[in-house]
């Protein structure tokens, strides 16, 4: 079985989800872990394509999330460990199927509602994400009504499990982000 790769979870994702904003953000969460890949020394494109394709169900199962990743990627020669990395960024919210156990999987959890609160503190800002620092974001992270809807105590349980300070993995998931600023819309608004 051939090791999945962002080109391929490309073409897998785009088979189930056309909305554009669940696209944006699995271009999102694909630069950010491949940012935390670049922190554990592990494959980048490999983790970007399981970041690019962990809401694979979403749009066609959101009440159910999480729970038909395996019969939509089923025959598609995606190997079982990576259907379990993106089943584990649900766990004890959709899904008891996979605890995230390894690198790769808590960092996918860690980072998937962290991108969302990234991505609006960037949208907000006159510069994008180009020159966003860690201060500012974690400032949007600690006010509860920005964002309202990405869940703080889950970020702060994923970076808890990685044993990572809540401002690295900031660090990490905007440095992700900022390499792919234009496919984002986040080079900001011109002067």
């Not at 494959?43 to 399981?50: F, I, S």
């Not at 962990?54 to 019969?71: A, L, M, Q, S, Y």
């Not at 349980?157 to 044993?163: E, H, K, N």
Request: with cysteine; aromatic share 4%; glycine share 8%.
């Amino acid at each position: 079985m051939a090791q999945l790769t962002l080109a391929r979870a490309q073409e897998l994702l785009h088979k189930h989800v056309t909305e554009q904003h669940l696209l944006t953000h699995a271009l999102a969460v694909s630069a950010a872990m491949g940012a935390m890949a670049g922190h554990f020394g592990a494959d980048a494109e490999h983790w970007r394509a399981v970041g690019y394709l962990h809401d694979v169900d979403f749009e066609k199962f959101p009440e159910e999330h999480c729970k038909h990743v395996r019969e939509l990627l089923s025959g598609e020669d995606v190997d079982e460990a990576d259907i379990l990395a993106i089943i584990s960024h649900g766990y004890g919210i959709c899904t008891q199927e996979a605890e995230p156990t390894t690198p790769l999987m808590k960092s996918l959890f860690a980072v998937d509602e962290l991108t969302g609160i990234i991505m609006a503190n960037a949208l907000m800002r006159p510069t994008g994400i180009i020159d966003m620092e860690v201060k500012s974001a974690k400032k949007k992270f600690k006010d509860k009504g920005f964002a309202a809807k990405c869940d703080r105590a889950l970020i702060q349980s994923g970076c808890d499990a990685l044993g990572m300070d809540l401002g690295d993995v900031i660090g990490l998931v905007i440095e992700g982000m900022q390499q792919e600023a234009v496919g984002l819309c986040l080079t900001g608004s011109p002067a």
